[in-house]
């Protein structure tokens, strides 16, 4: 071309939650079934959403109306009832100017670190979750700025290494906390978040805090919104419906701005992301206006209780299933549901193999294998081989621990146990090689 037509950050871009996919496919096109543990989709693994809420996104689709614009910011009855929620947390209050709607998180998650200066950055946690982190190392044409999650404290941030980090990078404005977290399924401590808003008003940052999960905790944990804490640090909650109700594929998330006064180039940022939305007309119609109606009805509350319930139960069932394997840091969640598992250092080599029977299956592993590759990434696409099992290596999540990602959202009991000891006996059968 008469010019190059890429950005240099564009060579950041990276989503191995979705990449794993294309090697799984081409497995099942050789006749093995797959059992898909790499994405965080409750219907695909056999959520029945309750047919009250089904009945309420039905009615709707039969009003004229629905089909309409709405307002590029979003409805405001939708935003009116969503701010009434926040401000019922009894921190910091916002408005319902103060929520913007986006085509689920991924967009809004592009459209903030598209408008952020390339010289700035946000420092997130690793292990990271690759939208945040790939979009952040493409505005930045570098790769991603992180701070540590410990396996080995139960996957909470080392508060000095971020501390650190910041004091010595002029060029972070602003920290990235995702509570619960994707993909440790570690749920943040209130003095953790405590320590974070004060690291930030040191500092003159700002934060974001991704919160999509924050209704689902279980096992006796409970997840602090960051407007409960943030004090008159200025930030932005990011929220959504996609997991909570759930319903992924409505497209549906908004994003909250607190203290917008307190600083102008915090508040210009702002704008310019409600700018951007008011290019693009507005976003998904039918969505927000269910959410006041699903979210306000007395049997949500109960609903979402009792899945999470669920969740914690099967958080259980893989510990005592994972427990037995001592090459392995484990640490049981609270929220969310994932779980990373790590192999502990020097246990993965590079030579190390399970049988794989279907000839042509092991011929096309052994294929992928031939190249250097992170030694995780190894394990798990011998796991893909020989037990039909997709979960996504922990180096693809922007850590240089060796582990992987597993789902906690299989409803089928006798499936879920079947999977996480295939998983268990693939681990033994690949570290005794």
Not at 133 to 142: F, G, K, L, M, Q
Not at 161 to 178: Q, T
Not at 293 to 313: C, H, P, Q, V
Not at 348 to 358: C, E, G, T, V
Request: net charge neutral; proline share 5%.
């Amino acid at each position: 071309m008469r010019q190059h037509l890429l950005s240099e950050g564009a060579n950041e871009l990276s989503y191995e939650i979705r990449e794993i996919v294309k090697k799984a496919e081409q497995i099942k096109n050789l006749g093995k079934e797959i059992q898909w543990e790499n994405i965080g989709d409750p219907i695909q693994k056999n959520h029945l959403i309750p047919d009250w809420m089904k009945q309420i996104i039905a009615d709707l689709s039969m009003q004229n109306d629905t089909y309409s614009y709405c307002p590029s910011k979003g409805i405001l009855e939708t935003r009116q009832f969503l701010a009434e929620l926040t401000n019922l947390r009894k921190g910091t209050q916002i408005t319902p100017d103060d929520i913007c709607f986006f085509n689920g998180l991924g967009d809004a998650i592009a459209k903030v670190y598209q408008y952020i200066t390339p010289t700035s950055r946000i420092i997130g946690p690793s292990p990271a979750y690759s939208t945040h982190s790939s979009a952040e190392a493409a505005h930045a044409s570098h790769e991603p700025l992180t701070y540590t999650l410990d396996p080995n404290n139960k996957w909470y941030p080392d508060l000095d290494d971020l501390y650190n980090k910041v004091r010595y990078n002029p060029n972070v404005v602003g920290i990235l906390i995702i509570n619960p977290d994707n993909p440790t399924g570690m749920v943040y401590p209130l003095e953790t978040l405590k320590r974070i808003v004060a690291i930030a008003k040191e500092f003159n940052l700002f934060l974001i805090c991704d919160e999509i999960y924050i209704n689902i905790t279980y096992n006796g944990a409970r997840a602090y919104a960051l407007s409960e804490v943030i004090e008159d640090v200025p930030g932005i909650a990011m929220k959504g419906i996609s997991k909570e109700l759930p319903w992924p594929g409505a497209r549906c998330g908004w994003m909250e701005y607190y203290n917008r006064g307190k600083d102008a180039d915090f508040n210009r940022l702002c704008q310019a992301i409600d700018n951007a939305k008011m290019i693009e007309v507005c976003s998904t119609k039918l969505p927000q206006l269910a959410i006041p109606k699903i979210l306000g009805d007395s049997r949500f509350k109960a609903y979402r209780e009792e899945t999470n319930r669920k969740i914690g139960k099967r958080s259980k069932i893989i510990s005592d299933i994972f427990k037995t394997v001592p090459q392995l840091t484990f640490n049981e969640t609270f929220g969310a549901f994932y779980n990373t598992i790590i192999f502990r250092e020097g246990t993965l080599k590079s030579n190390q193999k399970i049988d794989i029977q279907d000839s042509k299956i092991r011929a096309l592993v052994e294929a992928w294998t031939a190249h250097e590759m992170p030694n995780d990434k190894r394990f798990v696409y011998y796991l893909l081989g020989a037990k039909g099992i997709c979960v996504v290596p922990s180096s693809s999540f922007c850590s240089e621990l060796q582990g992987f990602r597993v789902t906690l959202l299989e409803e089928n009991e006798e499936t879920l146990v079947k999977t996480f000891t295939a998983i268990r006996d693939g681990i033994v059968e690949y570290l005794t090689s």
